[in-house]
């Protein structure tokens, strides 16, 4: 197989979050790249929060590698920022707003299990400092804090290294057409240009592509709101029904709804009612109006992310599969496909495409 070079670099198909901290990671390693996206409608990376929390879930489980993922994050970030000169990171706390002691036993039973240190902290009733803190909030009964999370933002992040890859003429800002690659000679040959290897990052629409389609993807419409609440002053991340996540100045993430099966880009009335809900249950205060979005996030039958090559034409690519974690998998799934570009490292076989043969 033929390594990337600047006669034949490497083509990434999408920039979301993913391609992003791919073509990051080939920056930092000198692998000459392009990307081709279309910057259309429905990239779930656009619209999310951008939240990294070690505890996650219906289960509240410590998220699998977190370890390992939280300290590679808060790095990838915090370097993308300083290149683009942008605060990318944010160390967040995660506050659990429990209404019950009942909810406030439960969450005891899992603090005091020793599983999830060091990120979770006992529940406690609130104190007049933290009343203060959340007055702006329905009444609770108790909160769970949980330590070192983080929050990445997102929607600046991509917008700014969007432009610079436009400036660097690194970026193609159209659709991808699949009939026009062609595949000969142990190489890919796209738009009148050679190529070392294509790698699909482009999210929900990967069900279209040729090579990896088959694979047994699921897909979720996730929708938020962005609102304006000005009597709200908050710097951590709210749970209840919802999430609540702060987005600078007065404005805050709510979300998200999830509706299985349904790749149409468009926000819905369902989830608006969905998530005025979430608002309603959580905030007292009274909040501006809502603009409210949709994201496509495509997972696998088994809910891990996708990274490899494809069996039969090892030219060929794929960092997928994220779901709501995108934040914290995007670079770690990043760095993989980095070091196999550059040094033919192998990957997880629990993460390869061919775990579906």
Same mark, same amino acid.
């Given at each position: 197989?033929?390594?990337?070079?600047?006669?034949?670099?490497?083509?990434?198909?999408? *920039?979301?979050?993913?391609?992003?901290?791919?073509? $990051?990671?080939?920056? !930092?390693?000198?692998?000459?790249?392009?990307?081709?996206?279309?910057?259309?409608?429905?990239?779930?990376?656009?619209?999310?929060?951008?939240?990294?929390?070690?505890?996650?879930?219906?289960?509240?489980? %410590?998220?699998?590698?977190?370890?390992?993922?939280?300290?590679?994050?808060r790095k990838t970030y915090t370097e993308m920022?300083?290149?683009?000169?942008?605060? *990318? $990171?944010?160390?967040?706390?995660?506050?659990?707003?429990?209404?019950?002691?009942?909810?406030?036993?439960? $969450?005891?039973?899992?603090a005091e299990s020793g599983d999830f240190s060091?990120?979770?902290?006992?529940?406690?009733?609130? !104190?007049?400092?933290?009343?203060? %803190?959340?007055?702006?909030?329905?009444?609770?009964?108790?909160?769970?804090?949980?330590?070192?999370?983080? =929050?990445? &933002?997102?929607?600046?992040?991509?917008?700014?290294?969007?432009?610079?890859?436009?400036? !660097?003429?690194?970026? #193609?800002?159209?659709?991808?057409?699949?009939? /026009?690659?062609? #595949?000969?000679?142990?190489?890919?040959?796209?738009?009148?240009?050679?190529?070392?290897?294509?790698?699909?990052?482009?999210?929900?629409?990967?069900?279209?592509?040729?090579?990896?389609?088959?694979?047994?993807?699921?897909?979720?419409?996730? =929708?938020?709101?962005?609102?304006?609440?000005?009597?709200? =002053?908050?710097?951590?991340?709210?749970?209840? %029904?919802?999430?609540?996540?702060? &987005?600078?100045?007065?404005?805050? +993430?709510?979300?998200?709804?999830?509706? +299985?099966?349904?790749?149409?880009? !468009?926000?819905?009335? *369902?989830?608006?009612?969905?998530?005025?809900?979430?608002?309603?249950? &959580? *905030?007292?205060?009274?909040?501006?109006?809502? /603009?409210?979005?949709?994201? #496509?996030?495509?997972?696998? =039958?088994?809910?891990?992310?996708?990274?490899?090559?494809?069996?039969?034409?090892?030219?060929?690519?794929? #960092?997928?599969?994220?779901?709501? %974690?995108?934040?914290?998998?995007?670079? $770690?799934?990043?760095?993989?496909?980095?070091?196999?570009?550059?040094?033919?490292?192998? @990957?997880?076989?629990?993460?390869?495409?061919?775990? @579906?043969?």
């Amino acid at each position: 197989m033929s390594r990337p070079s600047p006669e034949k670099p490497v083509l990434l198909v999408g *920039l979301g979050i993913a391609g992003a901290c791919l073509s $990051w990671a080939l920056r !930092e390693r000198g692998i000459e790249h392009r990307i081709y996206d279309d910057l259309g409608p429905g990239a779930a990376s656009r619209i999310a929060a951008g939240i990294i929390n070690p505890i996650t879930g219906r289960n509240r489980i %410590k998220a699998h590698r977190i370890d390992e993922l939280l300290p590679l994050a808060r790095k990838t970030y915090t370097e993308m920022g300083d290149f683009l000169g942008l605060e *990318l $990171w944010k160390d967040r706390e995660v506050l659990v707003l429990l209404t019950s002691a009942e909810e406030r036993y439960n $969450w005891q039973q899992r603090a005091e299990s020793g599983d999830f240190s060091p990120y979770l902290v006992q529940p406690c009733t609130l !104190e007049q400092e933290e009343q203060n %803190k959340l007055k702006g909030l329905q009444p609770i009964d108790s909160v769970v804090r949980v330590r070192a999370a983080g =929050q990445v &933002m997102l929607t600046p992040l991509l917008q700014a290294y969007q432009e610079k890859l436009l400036g !660097e003429g690194r970026l #193609i800002q159209t659709s991808f057409d699949y009939r /026009q690659l062609q #595949i000969r000679d142990s190489e890919a040959h796209y738009d009148g240009q050679r190529w070392s290897r294509v790698i699909f990052c482009e999210g929900h629409r990967v069900r279209a592509n040729p090579w990896f389609g088959h694979l047994p993807w699921r897909i979720n419409r996730g =929708q938020r709101w962005l609102l304006e609440i000005p009597a709200l =002053q908050q710097e951590a991340i709210l749970r209840k %029904k919802g999430l609540l996540a702060p &987005m600078g100045g007065h404005q805050y +993430w709510l979300g998200s709804s999830n509706d +299985w099966g349904n790749a149409a880009a !468009e926000s819905t009335e *369902l989830a608006r009612e969905a998530l005025k809900s979430m608002a309603d249950d &959580m *905030l007292k205060v009274d909040y501006g109006q809502a /603009q409210q979005a949709a994201g #496509i996030r495509p997972l696998l =039958q088994d809910r891990r992310p996708v990274v490899g090559w494809h069996p039969d034409f090892p030219m060929l690519g794929i #960092i997928n599969g994220l779901g709501t %974690k995108g934040g914290s998998l995007a670079p $770690w799934l990043a760095v993989q496909m980095a070091n196999a570009l550059a040094d033919q490292e192998s @990957f997880a076989a629990e993460l390869a495409p061919e775990r @579906f043969r």
